[in-house]
């Protein structure tokens, strides 16, 4: 049971941060119609400025402007390159940003080399013991700010004019143009909120109990994309529940490993895409998306 | 209904995308091989790659992909080494020095640049460029020092792998634990591996020992991606594993230890040599390091041979030095070794120089890297392993126990 706790408990942190990253992933999506590849080098730019950044800087102060360096990032990527092509094919768009996330990511991992660059959380690596089940305070604040932030995006989401605009362009782009929207304006936010979610998470991924910012940092936003296309590429609750249904999936697996001993080593790793392939198979635009597309 | 075809059909391609993102492979193509001419002293033959009193070395190291730091170390300490040395009192040694980056096809393509103007390698970093490149190496009759310890690189006619292959490496290291009476027969040890190569070979060294110890195995593979360990050392709690092993990177190894300690998982934790890297004892695992981590190490530390310190800090005043260095200068003296003994046969040709390799037996570096006993195909080159742990000294460990052979070690190595 202690196992199980442990596992669960661990799995929906990991769920937590998978779930800010889809978020992005989703209303990229949602304002601009464009599936964005980015958000591996973005989430890596996040990490690795922070990194830099805590020693001239300090931690928190380290943390506020890498965020704003990331968000910066979407926003020029969404200027100069996106807003460009808007009109482009879904494919062309999915595939242009591909390639400006190999160019940032080459970059980043140069930069980074072999190090493991240590970001100084104030917490370290201090831990939350509840009888036998322990976690990580870092784990443990991720999940708090995950939910307040989930909790504020879907607040603006629902009740402020840019989260009214937003969903107005996703429902019908044209009639909501015709309503004075301001499509580009729309689209730059969604990156920009893209960026700083990518970047919130980034801060928590890279602390206790992973090691810090690596290379290798990028790779947790490849499991960040199948939660957000379980969920329903167009649905912002489907992003957070499919990121906690990954994260979950992932931790039992891998914590489960002998138990799934018939499915072959390193089976963890696979989860995330075998869930979505699941998902995908019975509900083609995911487990929420639907709903969301029969009201058009 | 336009919406909805068109999400539907970005979910699947956004899908596609990520299984191919994450699929990704690699595969080098091959070239021919060649040779020229050139001329050499009074009574030494030689053919490719020296010119008048200069034999010139290939060296494929990374200088910019994601082992910069430790491939930067091993090559300025290859270039002090060959500053200060030559080969049988005549011939100066230059260093061609090339960027893979990491990547195996960028490998081929530069050795393919440099294979007409060598005289062999006196360095080609990481396992997958050293087994793209193997063919050639063979067919160009190169002598070759990699930086990485797995057993199938034994089995390239002149490579040289520098010291105890991974499965007689942690052997050694379970030897010690027992010996200081951290592992008793019977326990249970949970070992976390990456996937390929130097992971199976890490983890056939604990299934041998395991055998002969009684021990009870719980394996858990990983990939070399995976950065949390949290699942597997809550899967080896449960187990109420006595030890756990490590054929991993050194930030798996971090966050092993951050785990463990927030779980209060006080077992010892060993590893082989790649897991630990100085960078992690600036980090919140540190202090778990120092008391809890042992690595089974082909080369010894900096403080066994501050001398070797002083001057590399000297010549690169800037640089934070990792136990590189030593392995930098022991493939070195190796070669040096080899070289000498070639030019003593009169033979400094490809053919010669890969004779004398293969002749060599009982190979010392002063201490630098563990004994070698003679560079035979398929075998592990050495029987001995240094202990080490993380300390706050220069390189980031300290000796625990000097280079020994272990009692698994000679059965392991077959």
Not at chain 2, 178 to 198: C, K
Request: aromatic share 8%.
């Amino acid at each position: 049971m202690t196992q199980f706790l442990s596992l669960l408990l661990n799995g929906i942190s990991l769920g937590a941060m998978y779930a800010l990253i889809a978020l992005g992933f989703v209303i990229i999506f949602k304002a601009s119609e464009v599936v964005s590849f980015t958000h591996g080098s973005l989430l890596l730019l996040g990490a690795y400025s922070i990194a830099r950044l805590s020693e001239p800087l300090g931690f928190l102060l380290a943390a506020l402007v890498g965020i704003a360096i990331t968000a910066v990032a979407a926003f020029v990527i969404e200027r100069v390159i996106i807003n460009r092509l808007r009109g482009a094919a879904v494919i062309s768009l999915a595939i242009v940003t591909i390639g400006v996330d190999i160019i940032l990511l080459t970059e980043l991992i140069r930069r980074i080399g072999s190090d493991i660059l240590n970001v100084p959380h104030p917490w370290a690596g201090g831990s939350v013991r509840v009888g036998d089940v322990g976690i990580s305070e870092n784990r443990l604040i991720a999940i708090a700010v995950a939910a307040v932030l989930i909790g504020l995006f879907f607040a603006a989401f629902k009740y402020s004019n840019w989260g009214i605009a937003m969903r107005a362009s996703a429902e019908d782009g044209e009639t909501a143009a015709l309503m004075g929207i301001k499509q580009g304006r729309v689209s730059a936010l969604a990156w920009v909120v893209a960026g700083v979610l990518a970047a919130v998470a980034a801060l928590f991924l890279v602390g206790s109990p992973t090691p810090g910012v690596s290379p290798s940092t990028y790779a947790v936003a490849l499991r960040a994309f199948p939660a957000a296309i379980l969920g329903g590429l167009d649905s912002t609750g489907g992003a957070l529940v499919g990121g906690l249904l990954i994260g979950i999936a992932e931790a039992m697996a891998a914590g489960y490993q002998d138990q799934l001993l018939f499915l072959g080593r390193g089976f963890s790793a696979v989860v995330p895409f075998i869930v979505m392939i699941a998902v995908l198979m019975f509900r083609p635009s995911g487990l929420f998306g639907t709903k969301e597309l029969t009201r058009v | 209904m336009r919406l909805s075809k068109r999400s539907t059909g970005a979910t699947m391609l956004a899908a596609g995308l990520v299984l191919a993102a994450t699929g990704c492979s690699t595969k080098a193509p091959e070239s021919g091989g060649g040779g020229g001419g050139g001329g050499g002293g009074a009574d030494v033959q030689t053919d490719i790659g020296v010119e008048g009193q200069t034999i010139r070395l290939g060296v494929l190291t990374d200088l910019t992909g994601v082992f910069a730091a430790l491939g930067k170390d091993i090559t300025q300490a290859n270039e002090l080494f060959w500053e200060d040395n030559q080969v049988c009192d005549t011939y100066d040694v230059e260093l061609d020095v090339q960027d893979t980056g990491y990547v195996p096809q960028q490998g081929v393509q530069l050795y393919s640049g440099m294979k007409d103007s060598i005289l062999a390698m006196q360095q080609t970093i990481g396992s997958p460029i050293n087994t793209a490149l193997a063919p050639e190496y063979e067919s160009d009759q190169i002598v070759n020092f990699p930086s990485a310890w797995s057993k199938t690189l034994t089995e390239i006619p002149g490579t040289g792998v520098v010291g105890a292959t991974y499965d007689v490496e942690i052997a050694n290291g379970y030897d010690y634990l027992f010996e200081e009476g951290l592992l008793a027969e019977g326990d249970t040890v949970g070992h976390i591996y990456f996937e390929g190569e130097y992971g199976a070979n890490g983890l056939a060294g604990t299934k041998a020992v395991a055998e002969e110890m009684g021990l009870e195995v719980i394996e858990a593979q990983i990939k070399a991606t995976d950065q949390d360990m949290s699942a597997q050392v809550t899967q080896f709690a449960a187990a109420g594993v006595d030890l756990i092993a490590l054929t991993v990177a050194p930030g798996q190894t971090a966050s092993v230890a951050t785990v463990a300690e927030a779980q209060g998982l006080d077992v010892p934790i060993l590893g082989s040599n790649p897991v630990f890297a100085p960078g992690l004892l600036q980090g919140p695992a540190a202090d778990w390091l120092k008391t809890h981590l042992y690595v089974a190490s082909p080369v010894s530390s900096f403080d066994a041979h501050p001398e070797l310190l002083e001057q590399y800090k000297e010549a690169y005043p800037e640089a934070t030095v990792s136990l590189g260095v030593v392995v930098g200068f022991g493939m070195s003296e190796m070669m040096k070794q080899v070289l000498d003994a070639a030019c003593e046969n009169g033979d400094l040709t490809r053919e010669g120089v890969l004779n004398a390799f293969s002749e060599l037996e009982e190979v010392e570096t002063g201490g630098l890297v563990v004994p070698i006993q003679g560079f035979e195909v398929g075998k592990s080159p050495s029987l001995q392993s240094f202990v080490l742990q993380p300390a706050d000294v220069e390189g980031g460990a300290k000796v625990l126990a000097d280079a020994f052979e272990g009692q698994f070690a000679e059965q392991i190595a077959g």
